[in-house]
């Protein structure tokens, strides 16, 4: 692969009761486990929702790349990761994505088909794809 960018950060202290920082320090966030997995929770952010924003990002990225190609006109789109953790059945964990797509103007297939062709570009649909269940819904 060419690599075109790295990011690097670097986890410290008690997993997720500990503190992520990204190596230009743009990104330095103390970490809590959330109330529902018997943490602390509170005012402080946790691995699941970093996956959901970076996730989130990069499919509007490639939602917007691929209506550029397609010659698609896009007004204020959305998209929304919900990063859902439980157990995998082997005493550990796994990890589920569902991303909700709004994309107001265009018809419902038109929709459905820029999701379905951002899915295939995302990096992160690319990373995830045959490893976690990534359900897709698309609205206008």
Request: aromatic share 4%; proline share 5%; with cysteine.
């Amino acid at each position: 692969m060419q690599v075109l960018y790295t990011a690097e950060a670097t986890a410290a202290g008690d997993g997720r009761n500990g503190e992520v920082r990204s190596s230009d320090g743009v990104i330095d966030e103390q970490l809590a486990t959330p109330k529902e997995l018997g943490g602390p929770g509170g005012d402080k952010t946790n691995p699941e929702q970093l996956f959901a924003a970076g996730y989130a990002a990069c499919f509007h990225s490639a939602l917007k790349l691929v209506a550029r190609h397609g010659k698609v006109a896009l007004g204020e789109t959305t998209v929304t990761a919900k990063v859902n953790l439980g157990p995998n059945g082997n005493g550990g964990y796994q990890l589920a994505v569902d991303l909700h797509t709004h994309i107001p103007g265009v018809p419902q297939d038109v929709a459905e088909d820029l999701v379905a062709k951002a899915h295939q570009v995302c990096p992160y649909s690319n990373a995830t794809r045959g490893n976690i269940e990534v359900a897709l819904t698309a609205t206008v």
